[in-house]
Structures are given as structure tokens and as C-alpha cells.
């Protein structure tokens, strides 16, 4: 069983950087990947980036890609979503998830993972 904990969420302007975080309780084996999804007011949920837990592979939703960076600190088994040139269209509730086993298929997929944060709300607006 794994818990998982966001936070850093806030309300920026356009152009800001923003991290958020993803502490995780439990064990987080080697099999395992976090991701990073988001959902705006009316829109589906999007997949945003994912990170293998022990190699740190990464993958990147393509509009994010080059502007947001996803990491993990497996000390402190917390994972990290580095976000920089914000703009609006990012506005959205972010939300940590946790797999094990998510086969390089599946790593977009929302149903692939076991666990889910709350979410952390980021407010892009000038």
C-alpha cells in the first residue's frame, strides 16, 4: 500500500515557476513508476509526465515537454514536478499517482496506476 501525499500547489502569474511534490508512505519497489496528471474545470484528465522509480527514465506529455521536468529523490521516496514559463493553459488540479509493474505502454494511462494523491491546485493568471 502506498499513501501519496502533493503539495507546492499555488497561484502564479504567467511565466512563473512552480514545483510541486509527491511524498510517498510506503515502499515504493523497483517496478514502480510515478506520474503526474492534471484536470482542468470541463476537460478530461491528461497525463503530464511520468518517471521510472528505479532507472529515472522520464516521459513527457508533448505539451509540456522542455518546459516541465519530473524527478524523484528515492531517500526520501518523494517524487517532484518542476515547472517552468507556466502559462494558463497549465491551470489545472495536478495529481500524483504510483504503479507497480506499469509497462512502457502504459506509463500515459491513467487506469495503470494504484494509487492517487488528493491533488494540488496551480492557478495560472496574471
Known amino acids: 500500500q502506498v499513501e501519496l501525499v502533493e503539495s507546492g500547489g499555488g497561484l502564479v502569474r504567467p511565466g512563473d515557476s512552480l514545483r510541486v511534490s509527491c511524498a510517498a508512505s510506503g515502499r515504493m519497489s523497483s517496478s514502480s513508476a510515478m506520474a503526474w496528471f492534471r484536470q482542468s474545470p470541463g476537460k478530461e484528465r491528461e497525463f503530464v509526465a511520468a518517471i521510472r522509480w528505479s532507472g529515472g527514465s522520464t516521459h513527457y506529455a508533448d505539451s509540456v515537454k522542455g518546459r516541465f521536468t519530473i524527478s524523484r529523490d528515492k531517500a526520501k521516496n518523494t517524487g517532484y514536478l518542476q515547472m517552468e514559463s507556466l502559462n494558463v493553459e497549465d491551470t489545472a488540479v495536478y495529481y500524483c499517482?504510483?504503479?507497480?509493474?506499469?509497462?512502457?505502454?502504459?506509463?500515459?494511462?491513467?487506469?495503470?496506476?494504484?494509487?492517487w494523491g488528493q491533488g494540488t491546485q496551480v492557478t495560472v493568471s496574471s
Open positions: 499517482a504510483a504503479g507497480m509493474g506499469v509497462i512502457l505502454s502504459s506509463l500515459r494511462v491513467g487506469d495503470a496506476y494504484a494509487y
